[in-house]
């Protein structure tokens, strides 16, 4: 691996489903982001972790979940998707939390919610 | 509140120059950052700045004036490549990135 992997790449997923969104980086970032990108408007954050073990929340958390057991390692989980909840997801993750951050991204997920 | 303006869409000419204009309004100010993000891909990471300000990387330059919260980048020599959508991120007091939602910038022949 080389950077920042998301899995899967897609999903079409029935409303009221659980998904969980992978993301793995091996660049040893200390600090992970998951941000969502609708159409006209800017990334969102979900929800973000500085390092292993803490998570916190970002502007749009509601019906998103997180963990960080590991530094590798940030998976997103949508307990009981919704329709709104269609968008493209993105991992980030930068060296730590902090000016001159320069965050690094996966290539994405694309998720529809039916 | 915290808000990013920059336009929707620019179009310009190949060998032209180009200017992306951004103005930011964030609790706080640690910085201010571009991203170049092609279509169908994720965004990548071009240029910071935190001091008033050019700061120059080959074709790309981008400006910086914390005073008048806005910043601009700089596209010089456009190649075809360069068409892609160009996000505006400014970091607030916690460290979190506000972004704008991005010009989309058409390069014609």
């Known amino acids: 691996i080389a950077g920042i992997t998301q899995a899967p790449t897609s999903q079409i997923l029935a409303a009221g489903r659980r998904m969980t969104l992978r993301c793995t980086q091996d660049m040893r970032h200390n600090a992970m982001y998951w941000y969502r990108q609708d159409l006209g408007l800017g990334l969102r954050l979900i929800h973000y972790?500085?390092?292993?073990?803490?998570?916190g929340k970002g502007e749009v958390p509601d019906g998103y979940s997180v963990s960080r057991a590991n530094t590798d390692d940030f998976p997103l989980t949508l307990a009981s998707a919704v329709p709104s909840q269609t968008s493209v997801y993105f991992c980030a993750s930068s060296v730590g939390l902090g000016d001159y951050n320069e965050q690094f991204f996966g290539p994405g997920t694309r998720l529809t919610v039916l | 509140g915290q808000n990013i303006d920059q336009p929707t869409e620019m179009t310009a000419t190949e060998g032209a120059i180009v200017q992306i204009n951004c103005t930011y309004q964030t609790s706080g100010f640690n910085g201010l950052f571009w991203y170049q993000q092609h279509a169908g891909e994720a965004p990548t990471f071009l240029s910071y700045n935190v001091l008033d300000g050019l700061e120059e990387k080959g074709r790309f330059s981008s400006f910086l004036s914390r005073s008048k919260g806005y910043s601009y980048l700089l596209l010089k020599e456009l190649q075809m490549k360069d068409s892609a959508s160009y996000l505006c991120?400014?970091?607030?007091?916690?460290?979190?990135?506000?972004w704008g939602a991005g010009t989309k910038l058409i390069i014609k022949p």
């Open positions: 972790s500085n390092t292993a073990g803490t998570t």
């Open positions: 991120a400014a970091m607030d007091s916690n460290y979190q990135l506000i």
